[in-house]
């Protein structure tokens, strides 16, 4: 028995559906996901890492390409040609660590967030304004701001981490000789 990883290919925003069909079909699945802040604590705080895929680990010989092409909510397997294409169980390994290393970090909005770091406050009453990142909260789901004010005073904010959003700092270019 030979078994592999394929990429599984859902339709959008069906990758838990499909999910849960490979698992109780009895095969071995792995979803990525992650942590989003949300303004909104019931709300569903995680989202897929790999929006529109999932892996699926499978002995294709004894499954057959049919059944993941017809499964309900499934596209099929990701191809090269003809032939599925086999994901390395390095790739997944890694996929893994990653998604666990973010997890640990609160998300994607964290990942390399330091302390010192400009952003971009998009929703409540102060929208539209830059702040610096100080550090996320216990609960993780806020964060301590520095405003920067007309003065030259900065005011400590705390705020829901959905609110605001990193600004992408700007790429350094290596000297020319």
Known sequence: MTTHWYALHSKPRKEEVVWRQVRANGFEAFYPRVPVPT???????????????????????????????????????V???????????????????????????GGELFDGLRSGDR?????????????????????????RLFLEMLSGRSVSLELSAAQIERINRPQTRPATA
């Open 119 to 143: 952003v971009s406050i998009h929703a409540g009453p102060f929208a539209g304004y830059k702040a610096i990142f100080d550090a996320r909260l216990s609960s993780g789901e806020r964060v």
């Open 39 to 77: 303004a909104n604590p019931r709300a569903g705080g995680v989202r897929p890492y790999f929006p529109g895929y999932l892996f699926v680990r499978a002995d294709l010989s004894l499954a057959g390409l049919s059944t993941f092409q017809y499964m309900p909510y499934a596209i099929g397997l």
């Open 79 to 105: 191809c090269c040609g003809v032939e599925p294409a086999k994901v390395p169980d390095e790739i997944i390994r890694a996929i893994q660590r990653r998604v666990t290393d973010l997890a640990a970090t």
